[in-house]
């Protein structure tokens, strides 16, 4: 998203405010005001809240530091629109973000407004003595807002689709895969690796710092599980049986009832899966989406394989080429593989792929002191690493070093499975 | 509300109709969009499903039966919007009314418009073999609209009230109530007294049958109990203190936190009434309102005195002109007793009064078999009767025999307390 | 249990003391000491706390105001043995009763032991300035202890029942019910009655005052619904049919999964019984027991009548004599109708029956405000009135005018129903 | 607790059989048999359940597929003392452990009896065609057996201390540690390192294979905090201080309203420390004990150090003899580090340290396919590794190797902290 010859000069910076900032309204362009409000579980925000949110990550820690005649637009958006940063303040409840119809839509389109116009004339001022934090500051707002614009795909999914009528973001008809690639392993001989971002660009702190892991020998699949292989896994009795499940995968199925993927529905013989532009058939040759941790873990043992560690995952990454389908082509839902000279398909884009590392701190990571800061490390426990983006990610945001984290029983992100053996 | 003249002569019918029915769409003017899909609590139901409820009351018990050339406006409000209707088919799970972002405002109010100009034609129809039938259904259904507007005004309070910004419904300034009325007893003979409904216009089914009570002398309070009065409860402890109270609602004080009535905010040294008009002072001479039977009780047994029961309450208001503070005045707040002629004050109105009754079937008391039957009669079990209407109700909609009902530890209505002693 | 003849002579007051309180004992010997500890639910305290809280009741209410130099057993006892006297202070909560390992059951005897000999000492002082106060509270006690002792029963009961060994209090055969007595109504003229206790000796303050109901004319089942009759009701899809249910019983139905009575279970073909001497087949023609409120009703419902009120329910049972199946023949489980002369079949023992009265004062009720007088007033919400005792009743504690109550849903004790209609 | 010289030869392991079965009844010879049922939470089994349990594990096991003419001494064990092990079958409810009574405490005796007779008669079968399985089966249920005995101290304390009673396991004099070891950081180069059991006695499945991690440099604290220090922590407003918590953890310090380790109590001015010998003062020189990871976390950030991960925990300990204080010691309870020669003080014994490393699978391990094989593979999710052992353990039941593992918000195990720096 971020155009690497925007980054770096500063009208390019002004110019991917515009730009970030814009793309989050037009993706709300589908919507009825009433849609704005939804919030069907604490982790789905209303679209309303997302927009807000992101607004007052630049009004708190830009234009409140830096802009010293910024009059906050309203007193109150410090408590309302704080996600969790404890060093900001207090913050109301999440599960509460769903009862604020006020202030209106049209409200937080008007601080929007507000936010983004001081933000650029404050980005103008050349001679600003804090000009390189306030550019550094602006540029994680603009990640940050893209990560929301990912959530936004994620939320609305989950919260439109809890209304028995299924409602439709946007009426598209999605293409079926039309050619079958088939399972193959790719080997790597892992090693003593130095891993971790050394870019010169943009990215987050949890990246960081390089450090070197052995890795020993392994293959990864050249694709990832597709719908077809998981239709094959429930019928196989894959969500009764036990013994494929790692102890809190089973109680999770149990208390749950998860019997396939989310958002998969089945009138008895047939599956029907709600996505964003309607209700479509399964894709036997398009990956397997919105599944949890659990169920992409206990899909490797009934295959005998297992997932990759986050650390596989980079190296097989990390000299390849971006490609994959992502936000930019407007289809929110993933695709098979496409037709690529690269023997492994789709590490980028489509699904997420959970691997089998915990997330926490690389070696040496020191996270910084200040409220902004609260940005990854603290959430260093209890989750599992994902990595390549998907299919509602913006091909421009992802890296090979990117890493995502969820819940091991997450499933409203669109998280699949790739699978990996020890050589 | 429903005027006396408008009933029983066709065209009054349908100007009632007409009437009741943009009764309930002017009470929403003051909403925003985003208003109408809030249900902070299970029981708060969202605007728009109050719109579409009533509605839908038409459509199922009116119009698909009778007028047979009906095409459904949707078949899912069906669904969609049954609240209870066990016979009619399942419903959509009450706390889940506020994920239908869709249908939209805008089409729900269009629902309205084509199952009012239905209607309308339906009971134009004078040769209608049904037509007594659909006149009785018809009028049930403007009463029961009306039951929801009330409910309109109690849910949104309830629901706006849960936002820090405190938003205001109406701005208005609620008068102070100027004169005060010194607490006297008003004694009543009893004995063996007829008691329920005989009048000649429209009642519910819990009104029936008539029926014998014996009631021992007593004597009621001249007016409800006072905000001031309720100060000095709380003042002298009275949350605090288990010996005044059921031993259920000394649990519900415990695991609530209840310190004082719903929507009164203390900054430590004063009280703030949260109102549709915004935040006021309390009012010393006028009604405490937003009390659970349990504060009421509780608040009784305080002074010695006790709650009087439904009969000695019906008995006491059947031969009252009905006077108090109702919707109709605007003002959605109860207010002090008006300089009225009579010595019982404010029987009506103003606040809905806690009763010493559990709502049960009167003696001889068979509800109907068919889908629209179950209006009252599931619901006598748990519940308190609470009698004669309050600021949220209109003024036709109330009878000395109007039995109203909620759960002990609810407080969002507009309930208040009236003292009884035994003579 | 209280033999007539030992009320009002000193000597027969101690020789109550002493028989009541070895009952208590009596009970438990058929228990392994890890059987006193179960609580598995809230309401199903551990034998050995009913062993130590009739203990408390004497300790607290006699011996500490009115024995000056008793030396409490041990200070702590006060809290952990203390059910919901607010008055006498705070209490262990009422989950937290299986959790007293300690004191042991061997320790709880020997505070059994300590307070007998305090307390018949104290008896015996014939010129204590409050002999008559002394002799009251301890009469109350004793028929305190007796209502523990049927808890002991439900309690013991409900808590073997948990667990699946279906452990046997006492092995022994229930015999069948061998005649049938086929089901009639008895009129009743009604009018105005006066009601509640008249005699000499004792009752419960709950049972006062005497005050006047008026009583439109009805007919009586001439004996409870029996299990043959409940079963034909679950097979015609009793437990499916929400028209049967009131809607607090539906939803009661549907959270529970209720699809019997408590302790009924099938293995597909047929129901056997948990009962206290083991696992039995349903006696047809004996009364069902273990049903709660919501299922009387329902039932009743399905065959067109009613549930009596409780002054009905006192008028029928008021002039005769207690005939039925109680504690005292030492079969723990109801059984069908004796071949009585008495046109009405079992209004005592075997079964309480549900009425439809919710548990409210009499007329002029007023409760003492002493810590001892807490021990009906403060119930008298939300629950509904039981009358005539059951199969774990002594026959000497029951009278026309007992009240019990319980909550609507409660099913663990010996419940049952039967029908009423309006004449 | 398995001494070396006993293992590999057949007399000595049918003496080890003798001495562990017999230690686990050794240790309840101070319960009453009340004591046997406790239950207090979910994770804290009766102790009659673990007697039980463990003596499945090896009727299960061992005798079951091996000693064909052994005859379950009940059927119903099957289903009541299995833990988790799917593949054996359905088990009771871990939180239902409670409500069984019986089988009696002296049933679960004959129980052991029965199947050490057995188990024995097994062993001296010398040509036994699965001797070598029947050997092996044998010890790892020894070792399941020792891993009991260290749930048994932390069960019954926890259990225990729910009695407002504080009943005492063992009354016995905790020894004031006498002399202060001030923190001091030892320094490890790491690198490349191959980690994992390498010896040739019994290690756990979840210590294998063996494999390389690449360590950076890093120091570690020479003995784990104390007491003293984590007063200070608190006393530093440690509870109230989001910045200092992982998320997670400062949802758990809120949720739980934890304000010190699980244990200690406040009366104000001093802290009391529940153990199992009585309540003693804290002892500032002594490890503190009974913290989660999360408290263990926040700790390390409020130093500026951090907590070791397992690897950089097991290069420092593989070198060094087993010195500290264990059960053998009989009092259950952490002391102060000993005067000991080994600059590095009690990573053996006294508290488990949490470490940095959630609970995962090393590189190439594979468990099993059999039931016994659920043993510890199917947890390696959701969990942190503890090392080291702790004062409820035996001598030699730990390793440098052994790998322990709980939820990051379980306190009730013996778990303190050591801190870590990167270098």
Redesign the interface.
Known sequence: MLRAKEIGVEDQLSAAVRRVRKQSETLCEPL???????Q?MAEASPT?WHLAHTTWFFETFVLKPFAPRYQPFAA?YE??FNS?Y??VGPQ?GRT?R????????AEIYRYREVVDECLLELLAQESHKDRDLIRQRTELGLHHEQQHQELFFTDIKY??S????S?IYLPLDIPLTSSKVTLQWQSFEGG?QTLGYDGEGFCFDNELPR????I?PFALANRPVTQGEFIAFIADGGYQR??L??????AAVQSNGWTAPLYWRSDGDNWLLYTLHGLVEPDPLAPVCHIS??EA?AYARWTGARLPTEFEWELAARERTIEGHFVNDGIIHPRGACNAADPLHQLFGDVWEWT???Y??Y??FTPG?EAVD?YNG?????QMVLRGGSCATERDHIRPTYRNFFY?ADRWQFSGVRLAR?L
């Open positions: 009825a005001i009433e849609d704005y409000m939804l069907a309303k109150e408590y309302l969790y404890n060093r109301l509460r769903g009862l604020l119809s006020r202030p209106t839509v919260n439109l809890q209304n028995p009528l409602p003593l450090h070197q892991q052995f020993p036990p013994e499940w790692l102890s809190d995968g089973w941790f659990y873990d089998a590392s915990a926490a701190p070696a040496g002191s609260e603290k959430f260093m426990c209890n091991p020890s």
